[in-house]
């Protein structure tokens, strides 16, 4: 397996509701990475995670949740959002550990992304 | 500070040309540079990664070459065709984490 999966591809949700974005990789990958993406602009990190441990959050709200429950997935949970967070969220992995030696530990791979409305 | 530049912004051309893109990084200390291609709403497909110590890299009809006294890399396309049609994002890391995008180029291959 050679992709990075996220689901759902669509989601709307209004200003009160909790849902949450789920991405996996079975690549054996050990960072993983949240992105947000607004229209033609190129994406932003949030979050990375690097042997299931947050190791960059980049100030983003707290109404942003990660959560990494092993090293397969990456979840983001979402509560109380604005509507200027609709966005295109990216998910993205890199390889780590033994592949420092080869120059490309940190290269990403990215998945299809969730197109995120928020009414 | 670090910053990353592509100039064209956006690109016309009619099929059959090849083409070149350019990225440009103010800060030259590199480790790696990847070239990535986004469809309109989708996520981003990795295309090359050029290791700092490498002068290019070749896959197929792209081929990317990385100056790193100049700040400068490149995306060269071969026979373009409108399958082409996409933004060309450059990524810049520096032994993090972060990669550093570019503002990217809007590229349609016309048939």
């Known amino acids: 397996d050679t992709e990075v999966t996220q689901t759902p591809k669509h989601l709307v949700m209004g200003m009160t509701n909790k849902k949450s974005l789920k991405c996996e990789q079975h690549m054996g990958h050990r960072a993983m990475y949240w992105y947000k993406q607004k229209a033609k602009k190129p994406p932003e990190l949030m979050f990375v995670y690097s042997y299931e441990k947050l190791s960059i959050n980049e100030s983003v709200p707290s109404r942003f949740s990660p959560e990494c429950p092993n090293s397969s997935l990456l979840n983001l949970h979402l509560h109380a959002l604005q509507p200027e967070d609709s966005a295109l969220y990216l998910c993205?992995?890199?390889?780590?550990?033994?592949?420092?030696?080869?120059?490309?530990?940190?290269?990403?791979?990215f998945g299809p992304g969730t197109r995120l409305t928020v009414l | 500070k670090q910053e990353v530049t592509q100039i064209p912004a956006a690109l016309s051309v009619p099929e059959g040309e090849n083409l070149v893109l350019n990225c440009s990084f103010t800060d030259s200390a590199i480790y790696n540079l990847q070239w990535f291609r986004q469809d309109p709403g989708k996520g981003l497909t990795s295309l090359l990664l050029i290791q700092s110590s490498q002068r290019e890299q070749t896959s197929g009809r792209l081929n990317a070459s990385l100056d790193k006294s100049s700040g400068r890399s490149t995306l060269y396309i071969a026979a373009s065709q409108p399958g082409d049609s996409a933004t060309y994002l450059c990524a810049v890391s520096y032994n993090t984490d972060k990669l550093i995008f570019g503002t990217g180029t809007r590229l349609q291959v016309f048939p």
């Open positions: 993205a992995s890199s390889p780590r550990g033994n592949w420092r030696a080869s120059g490309s530990y940190n290269e990403q791979f």
